[in-house]
C-alpha cells in the first residue's frame, strides 16, 4: 500500500467520533471510540471502515495495518464494563507479592463489611445509606445504522443513588448540553437528592462510592456535604471502597436498565429517562428525574466552601486526598477522617475551617443557558436526521452550538 493510501487511511481512523477521557478511563490518555458497536468491536468496526471505503470507492487497508494504526493513533474501543482490578490481575501474572496481594484482599473485605454493617443499620432505620454512580455514557441517536458511527451524537449520562434501607432509586438523566462533568455537578446532585430524603426523616447519613477525585473525592463535593449537615444538624460520612472493588447495589440498576435498553432504538435522550421508569416493576420503579441546566448551582465558589482543601497532610511526603478512605462532615462545621477502615478513631482534618458567618448561604446558578455543542457535533446530528423520525428533528434542530 502506497504512502497516500495509508495517510488517507490514518486521517479517517483519527477523524472518527471519540469520547473525552472524563467519560470513561480517568486516568487513561488513550482515546475511546463511541460505543456503538455491541460484541466483537474490531471486527465489527473493521468491516463498517470497509463498507465506508467501497462507498466512496476507495482502496481498503489490510485487517493488520486496521489494527497497527488504531495502536499508534493510542485509539482504543470504549466498553462501559467495569475494569479488573490491577493489582488482582498482577498478582496473577505473577507481578506482586503474595503479601502485597493478601494485604489488598484485606482492605477490600474491610470495605465490604464496612458496607454490610451500615447497610443493616439503615434497613434498622438507624441511618440512611446510599450507594452511588455514574453509569457509561449513552449515545444518542442510537439505533442500527452504519451511518451513525462515522458521525459524532450527543452524550447522555445517568447519575443514580441507590437508597440501600428500602432499595429505593433515583436516576438523575441528562445529556451534555443541560452540564458539564464536574465536581460541582455531583454536588448539585448530592444535594438535591439528600435534601429531599431528610425532609421528612433527618437523620445521619453514610454515602459509598468508588474513589474518582473529579466525582467523589474532591473539595467541592466535600464542602456542599458539610454545609448540608450544618443546616441539617446531622453527620454525614463519605466511604469509598477498595480500588477495583467498587461494586455497589447501584451497579444493579446500571444493568437492569442496560437489559431494558438492548435492541432498543434511541432517537431522543428522554427515551433514556422513559425506558428507566419502566426498568423495574411498577411495584417498585426507579424514579426518574430530568434536571435542565436551571437545576445546577456554582459548588465550586470559593465564598462558599468550609475548607480551601480536604487533603490530610500538607508536606510532600504526607498523605494526599486519593489515600482518603472515609471523610466525615460534622453538624459544627468541622471535618475529619480515617485512611483505613480498621482504624478505631477519626483525625481532624489539618485545615482551619473559615468562619461560616463570613460565606455566602445562597449559591447562584452554575449556567445561564443550556450548553452549546461543537458546529461539527451539530452538522452531524443535522445529517443523522435522514434516519431519525420527523417528529425528533424539532430536537436537533433547537442544539445550541458554538
Known sequence: MDSTVLVRFSFEISALPKLPSHYCRQSSSK?????????NLPTQLYRLYVDYSKSRHETVASRSLFGSVLEKENIGLFQPKKDACDQCCAHRAGNIS??????????????????????????????????????????????????????????VHNFSLYNLGNSRVTC?????????????????????YLTKLLENNPKDVVIYTDGCTAQNRNNVVSNALLRLAMIKNITITQKYLEKGHTQMEVDSVHSVIERKLKNREIYL???????????????????????DFT????????????????????????????????????SNGTIDFKLHFADEVYTVLPRRPKNVSLLI????????????IAKTKYDHLQQLKTVIPQDCHEFYNNLPYK
Not at 422513559?274 to 426518574?288: D, G, H, L, M
Not at 465558589?301 to 482518603?324: A, E, T
Open 361 to 372: 448561604d445562597e449559591l447562584p446558578p452554575l449556567y445561564t443557558s443550556r450548553l452549546a
Open 31 to 39: 482515546l475511546y471510540l463511541e460505543p456503538l458497536i455491541q460484541s
Open 98 to 155: 503474595d503479601e502485597t496481594y493478601q494485604r489488598h484482599i484485606e482492605l477490600k473485605n474491610m470495605a465490604r463489611a464496612e458496607k454490610n454493617k451500615d447497610k443493616e443499620e439503615a434497613q434498622a432505620g438507624l441511618i440512611h445509606a446510599l450507594t452511588a454512580d455514574l453509569q457509561a455514557v449513552k449515545m444518542c441517536p442510537f439505533l442500527n445504522a452504519s451511518a451513525l458511527y462515522f458521525k459524532t451524537k450527543l452524550a
Open 172 to 192: 438523575y438523566w441528562f445529556d451534555e448540553t443541560v452540564c458539564d462533568l464536574k465536581a460541582t455537578t455531583y454536588a448539585s446532585f448530592f444535594i438535591d
Open 269 to 291: 435522550p428522554s427515551q433514556y429517562a422513559n425506558i428507566t421508569k419502566e426498568a423495574r416493576s411498577a411495584s417498585s420503579p426507579y424514579e426518574v428525574i430530568l434536571p
Open 295 to 330: 437545576f445546577f448551582k456554582d459548588f465550586g465558589l470559593k465564598d462558599f466552601q468550609v475548607y480551601d482543601s480536604i487533603r490530610p497532610g500538607r508536606g510532600k511526603r504526607d498523605n494526599c486526598v486519593v489515600d482518603l478512605r472515609v471523610l466525615r462532615y460534622n
